[in-house]
Nanobody
Framework: QVQLVESGGGLVQAGGSLRLSCAAS????????MGWYRQAPGKQRELVAS???????NYADSVKGRFTIFGDNSKNTVDLQMSSLKPEDTAVYYC?????????????WGQGTQVTVSS
């Protein structure tokens, strides 16, 4: 099992910045990738950004150039630096870890942290 604890959400004005942090514990040796997803009211959960243990990063088109994901394998953490925030970035942000054991992939989720961007 993998446990994920998120922190760093809050209320910010449009154009501002926030940094989200996620720390993994438990069976961390088998983590393949970590990332951030978000879910706005009435919408499906969507990928924001992810980073593999090898360092490959992936971003949603809507956040490219504004958000940066940082993965630290030694600390088993993943941070999301969000800049130039827009009201449409308002959502609950979830940390996700993908664990790979003998080719089988398992997803683990954090409890979510609210990000609200006011106009």
């Amino acid at each position: 099992q993998v446990q994920l604890v998120e922190s760093g959400g809050g209320l910010v004005q449009a154009g501002g910045s926030l940094r989200l942090s996620c720390a993994a514990s438990g069976s961390i040796f088998s983590i393949y990738s970590m990332g951030w997803y978000r879910q706005a009211p009435g919408k499906q959960r969507e990928l924001v950004a992810s980073v593999s243990r090898g360092g490959s990063k992936n971003y949603a088109d809507s956040v490219k150039g504004r958000f940066t994901i940082f993965g630290d394998n030694s600390k088993n953490t993943v941070d999301l630096q969000m800049s130039s925030l827009k009201p449409e970035d308002t959502a609950v942000y979830y940390c996700k870890a993908v664990r790979q054991i003998v080719g089988l992939m398992s997803d683990y989720w954090g409890q979510g942290t609210q990000v609200t961007v006011s106009s």
